[in-house]
Nanobody
Framework: VQLQASGGGLVQPGGSLRLSCAVS????????MGWDRQAPGKQRELVAR???????NYVDNVKGRFTIARDNAKNTVYLQMNSLKAEDTAVHYC????????WGKGTLVTVSS
């Protein structure tokens, strides 16, 4: 199973970015999908997760600003990030559970003026 993330980059505070992660390879089904992030000097944390029934959860400090979505036909998960803040700067990793947990290579999001 391979996870290909894209969409990171440099954005000014208050700006927006959309991350995408496409899943390929052999698997029976994808259960939940999500995004973690790791900021410099900090532990990795869950940002958002979307379950097979479409329900979602978010870490408190992104609620109201970030939206996670999935396209099951494309085996792709998205993270729309609005009103970005400097503290959102981190390497973002997509995660997938198929019965086995997989993580993609990270994509760097830098929020700076």
């Amino acid at each position: 199973v391979q996870l290909q993330a894209s969409g990171g980059g440099l954005v000014q505070p208050g700006g927006s970015l959309r991350l995408s992660c496409a899943v390929s390879g052999r698997f029976f089904r994808i259960n939940d999908m999500g995004w973690d992030r790791q900021a410099p000097g900090k532990q990795r944390e869950l940002v958002a997760r979307i379950f097979s029934d479409g329900s979602t959860n978010y870490v408190d400090n992104v609620k109201g600003r970030f939206t996670i979505a999935r396209d099951n036909a494309k085996n792709t998960v998205y993270l729309q990030m609005n009103s970005l803040k400097a503290e959102d700067t981190a390497v973002h990793y997509c995660t997938v559970r198929t019965g086995i947990d997989y993580w993609g290579k990270g994509t760097l999001v830098t929020v700076s003026s």
